[in-house]
């Protein structure tokens, strides 16, 4: 091989070999690794009438809340590990490495609500290299669920992907103005659906707002 020919193919071998270890460390870990950062809140709840306050500090599901599993290897758990946005746990889902699909739903007890102005808030954390910006493989849907899963009557709210900055594993604070779209007896789900996508957490879940109830009329008196 001429001396040229050499220089070049060294080159080109640098070259290559530059681009695939730039390549494997731009991949994310699928885990949350060390301390979680939290973003300000976009909303403080307001205390006039807090229906649902849950931080899974006992247990997940909690007491009166519910989980449909489809991978029971890989499903809504109380996280031992990892930084939670309050309290000493959150909940969450990892990510199945043999990848079997994820159809997890964590729901809360069912709520009958009055009219009024009612609002959901939250903190979750994902990785937005695999759920968001560079794959799309998982996402957090948030639902309002009204009998059994999958009925007609089901409202999806929104996702929380999009709250989540531009890195990874920071908590982040999703709100949602239900008002509209309340049915009157439903639970909120939290539904993580992935493949092959990384780990996802929630903490401080809480649903408020300023109740009316429900018959009551304003008269105008000339």
Known sequence: ?????KAVFVVVLV??????????????????????????????????AI??????????P?????????????????ATAGTPHGGSYFADVEY??????????????VQNMAAGTTTLSFWSQGSVYWCR?????????????????????????????PSWPVSSWNW?????????QMPRNAAIGFHYVGNDGAQVGVDD?????????VGLQQFTIE
């Open 205 to 213: 879940v809480t649903l408020d707002g300023t109740l009316v109830p």
């Open 1 to 5: 091989m001429h001396s040229r020919s």
């Open 133 to 161: 910006d560079t794959y799309n493989n998982c996402d957090l849907e948030v639902w309002l669920v009204v009998g059994a899963i999958g009925g007609g009557d089901d409202v999806l709210i929104g996702l929380a992907d």
């Open 62 to 78: 909690p007491a009166g809340w519910t989980a449909q599993v489809t991978n029971a290897a890989y499903t809504w758990k109380r």
């Open 96 to 109: 199945d490495p043999a990848l079997v699909p994820q159809n997890e739903w964590l729901l809360s007890p």
């Open 15 to 48: 070259v290559f070999t530059l681009t695939v270890a730039l390549a494997a460390s731009a991949v994310e870990p699928k885990k949350s690794t060390g301390t979680s950062a939290t973003n300000p809140p976009k909303y403080v709840p307001k205390p006039d």
């Open 172 to 180: 982040a604070q999703a709100t949602f103005d239900i008002t509209a």
């Open 51 to 60: 229906l649902i306050t849950e931080g899974f500090e006992t247990s997940v």
